[in-house]
């Protein structure tokens, strides 16, 4: 809903309550999971890029760094670094730097292939704001090699919910868009931008963060303004704010170009109402 105080103030008990319990038991700190995740998209939502950076940090030396011992029946290592690649990609998604070197750092085996695929994604995002088109194709060029076994996995664990496969394809989907972006060619990936954002509305909706650390609606909008079409891109801004109520870049982006297509009282009442 977009209430980020009460997000921050309620994953920060939920972690002093998991942390004491698991002290009690002799077992280390919780810093990945659903938890840390909620905690830090708050932060990002917020601005509060120091207390995001440190959270991220702690998560990736829990899964990637510190000698893995299970807290639980269900807490896997391939989990943890599975959240820690998760809340990789939202952070570089909000343009903010990585503050330890987590290179190679991945274990081999296939079973890893969903947190490379998460890593690949944020790599090709952070190259995508930095204007690095070398980079940027060599992430998709990851994200590919990747795809067949990803679905794999997840035709495997047979869920009922299709997000998981879906969300695969739109993210492949986004990284042909933003490489044609960064060759010159806008116009294509509009197009390929427009049907992806309705892929994406026709994903099952999840509280928390978004499914996909980039919505595709959110990165349309922001290359309708980039097109100079202000008008369209409002729309796709206001979408984006349907589906994730208060997401601080959707929320910026509307506030930036909607004076350009509609009359400042208009703008302010907009903005006014997506910020909770």
């Not at 990851?142 to 997840?154: D, G, M, P, Y």
């Not at 492949?172 to 309705?198: D, N, S, T, Y």
Request: net charge neutral; glycine share 8%.
């Amino acid at each position: 809903m977009g209430m980020w105080d009460d997000v921050i103030d309620a994953n920060r008990r939920a972690i002093d309550v998991v942390n004491k319990q698991r002290e009690a038991r002799g077992k280390a700190r919780a810093d990945c999971g659903h938890y840390p995740l909620w905690l830090h998209y708050g932060y990002l939502q917020q601005h509060r890029n120091d207390d995001a950076t440190q959270a991220l940090e702690a998560c990736r030396q829990s899964a990637l760094v510190v000698p893995f011992v299970a807290a639980g029946p269900v807490d896997t290592r391939r989990d943890r670094i599975e959240a820690y690649a998760e809340m990789r990609a939202h952070h570089l998604a909000a343009g903010l730097p990585l503050a330890g070197d987590d290179a190679a750092a991945i274990p081999a085996g296939a079973e890893m292939d969903a947190a490379r695929f998460l890593v690949a994604y944020g790599d090709l995002l952070a190259a995508w704001r930095g204007g690095n088109a070398e980079t940027l194709g060599r992430a998709r060029g990851r994200l590919t090699a990747l795809k067949e076994s990803v679905l794999a996995e997840i035709a495997a664990k047979g869920s009922a919910n299709p997000a998981a496969r879906m969300k695969v394809e739109v993210m492949l989907q986004e990284a042909e868009a933003l490489q044609l972006v960064a060759a010159g060619k806008r116009a294509e990936a509009l197009a390929i931008l427009q049907k992806v954002a309705e892929g994406e509305r026709a994903m099952p909706l999840e509280f928390g963060p978004p499914v996909l650390a980039k919505p595709a609606v959110e990165l349309l909008a922001e290359q309708l303004v980039a097109a100079g079409r202000p008008a369209e891109a409002v729309s796709a801004y206001r979408a984006s704010l349907a589906r994730t109520p208060g997401r601080a870049a959707s929320v910026e982006g509307l506030g930036k170009v909607a004076g350009s297509a509609a009359p400042a009282k208009q703008v302010e009442t907009e903005a006014a109402g997506h910020v909770h």
